[in-house]
Nanobody, 122 residues
Framework: QVQLVESGGGLVQAGGSLRLSCAAS????????MGWFRQRPGQERELIAAKMWTGSRPHYADSVKGRFTVSRDNAKNTVLLQMDSLQHEDTAVYYCAAGMDWNDDPREWRFWGQGTQVTVST
């Protein structure tokens, strides 16, 4: 059974940092694109960062570009999201996802974690 398990969320002051981790029990992890989505209260789930299996340049949403960094460790089946200079607007539930074809439509991603809450206080 495929599982994606996120960790590292929590409460942080504006300007602070958090690092999210996603451990994936995917047999062919190296062949999957890995993405981080977030869902803010009252809003749709949005793709904020993705690290493709091809090793090409990662994708970032404009709202996080320059502040967030996505990386993956194929030996450990893990994908990380380093979040710096956090803002109140980054408050959301963050989800890890795996898919064969990546785009910003959540319906195109095959496997999902349960989500982890990130709260940024002002």
């Amino acid at each position: 059974q495929v599982q994606l398990v996120e960790s590292g969320g929590g409460l942080v002051q504006a300007g602070g940092s958090l690092r999210l981790s996603c451990a994936a029990s995917l047999r062919d992890f190296i062949n999957y694109n890995m993405g981080w989505f977030r869902q803010r209260p009252g809003q749709e789930r949005e793709l904020i960062a993705a690290k493709m299996w091809t090793g090409s340049r990662p994708h970032y949403a404009d709202s996080v570009k320059g502040r967030f960094t996505v990386s993956r460790d194929n030996a450990k089946n893990t994908v990380l999201l380093q979040m710096d200079s956090l803002q109140h607007e980054d408050t959301a539930v963050y989800y890890c996802a795996a898919g064969m074809d990546w785009n910003d439509d959540p319906r195109e991603w095959r496997f999902w974690g349960q989500g982890t809450q990130v709260t940024v206080s002002t």
